[in-house]
């Protein structure tokens, strides 16, 4: 019997329950992970902070290797915090200063670490703010936005969630007013309803439009740490929206959508009603499910000049019910931060149990014999087993007279899903590609 992430809630209530017994009676000794202690333990010796290990086969793996936590899913998060710090994050101290007062899989212990730590870094903020130092105080605004955002990763879908969401919403929008970036904050009317977003207007009129999609775990927003920066700064004007499902366009009653084009087709219109976006001048990227959304309006939406997916992602039904498999297993013992994961998908799929989950991410499916837009593949080889051969076969399969397909292994320190562990690469391959893409 299949049983529904929920419905393990005492395991894993358990399990947490002694692990803070455990963190407690042993925080001071030298045999507790590293983890699961403070950094600044003086019995650490220099060698611990290098247990970099290869994790054990997992359907849904993101990263080959551990980096701190034991948790695959808070290790995961922790190396996203880490990541979007060149791109004006939370610094490797902050981050690190943050995950000291975690405990290991323990998602509350994390959602009350990065929230009160972003409520700290907003008074700083308006600390310096009042004295006059404007650009500190706007540099500080965008650390507490980061933070809020690692926060809402593992907090419970409703109330909760929202709350920090509207931190990290209210954050980033006043830290973007306040570093001067040339952003307008737009709607794009679907279904009645409406799909937040945000549009960076190069100075250059010419610049092709890059629209940014995220993924299962991300809203508008932290596209913008993750890619959005980087290609801004290297020219582009960039736009970035939440589809249905993503943000939290869910507590609206919008939800992933198989027909991914459509919500798409009309953030394009938008594009090019507002913006002035030209056809054939505008750039479509996906990251994590993204890279879903965007192979399957790659094959509907003839308005894009190229379209990139890291990963690309056209059955992600696929991954999901071997997912789904592994955490139903009876010795199987989630974490209450890959519980809470969980419900949190389950919420933006629209789905109440995991059979209506699994019902409803079937149904994606991109085609590939319809695409014949230059495509760019990016895979990581530390990626999921099931997401590193549908990347293989779509770049293989597509009809695009230029497919590419970049693979990157540890050796570029960015063979992470959706090159966390190395976003800079990331930014890299897209905007050397684009450039070619669109030298004419």
């Not at 710090?85 to 902050?94: F, T, Y």
């Not at 507490?144 to 990763?153: E, G, I, M, P, T």
């Not at 409703?158 to 920090?164: E, K, S």
Request: net charge negative; charged share 20%; hydrophobic share 45%.
């Amino acid at each position: 019997m299949t049983r529904n992430i929920a419905e393990q809630s005492n395991i894993a209530d358990k399990n947490v329950t002694d692990a803070k017994a455990e963190n407690t009676k042993q925080r001071s000794s030298v045999d507790l992970p590293v983890s699961a202690r403070s950094l600044n333990d003086p019995t650490l010796s220099s060698d611990a902070f290098a247990q970099v290990k290869p994790r054990p086969s997992d359907p849904a793996v993101r990263m080959a290797v551990k980096y701190y936590f034991e948790d695959p899913d808070m290790d995961f998060f922790f190396v996203v915090a880490l990541g979007w710090g060149a791109e004006g994050g939370l610094s490797v101290g902050q981050a690190f200063h943050v995950a000291s007062k975690i405990i290991d899989g323990d998602a509350a212990s994390w959602v009350d670490a990065f929230t009160q730590y972003g409520d700290q870094l907003n008074v700083q903020a308006d600390i310096w703010q009042a004295r006059g130092w404007k650009r500190q105080s706007a540099e500080m605004r965008f650390n507490a936005f980061a933070s809020y955002r690692s926060a809402w990763q593992f907090a419970p879908a409703g109330d909760a969630f929202l709350n920090i969401y509207a931190k990290e919403r209210s954050a980033f929008a006043l830290a973007i007013c306040e570093l001067g970036f040339p952003a307008t904050f737009f709607d794009i009317p679907y279904k009645g309803k409406s799909l937040p977003g945000v549009f960076f207007k190069n100075s250059n009129t010419h610049a092709p439009v890059v629209l940014l999609i995220g993924g299962a775990d991300t809203g508008f927003e932290d596209t913008f740490l993750t890619v959005g920066r980087g290609l801004f700064e290297r020219g582009y004007s960039v736009a970035m929206v939440d589809l249905p499902g993503q943000g939290i366009t869910m507590a609206d009653g919008l939800y992933w959508e198989a027909e991914a084009e459509k919500p798409i087709a009309a953030v394009v219109d938008v594009l090019i009603d507002r913006f002035a976006a030209k056809p054939g001048r505008i750039a479509l990227m996906g990251c994590s499910l993204g890279g879903y959304f965007v192979t399957r309006a790659a094959g509907h939406e003839p308005r894009f000049g190229a379209v990139i997916a890291s990963t690309p992602f056209p059955q992600p039904g696929q991954l999901f019910a071997a997912q789904a498999a592994k955490v139903a297993a009876p010795e199987a013992k989630p974490s209450t931060a890959t519980r809470r994961n969980h419900e949190v998908l389950f919420w933006k799929a629209g789905a109440s149990n995991t059979q209506e989950f699994l019902s409803r991410t079937a149904a994606m499916y991109a085609d590939p014999s319809m695409v014949t837009v230059p495509f760019l593949s990016i895979v990581g080889s530390g990626e999921s087993p099931f997401m590193i051969a549908q990347a293989k076969e779509w770049a293989a399969t597509i009809r695009s007279a230029r497919s590419d397909l970049v693979s990157l292994d540890a050796s570029t320190g960015a063979d992470g899903h959706v090159q966390v562990n190395n976003r800079r690469r990331l930014v890299q391959e897209v905007s050397g590609w684009l450039g070619e893409v669109f030298a004419n």
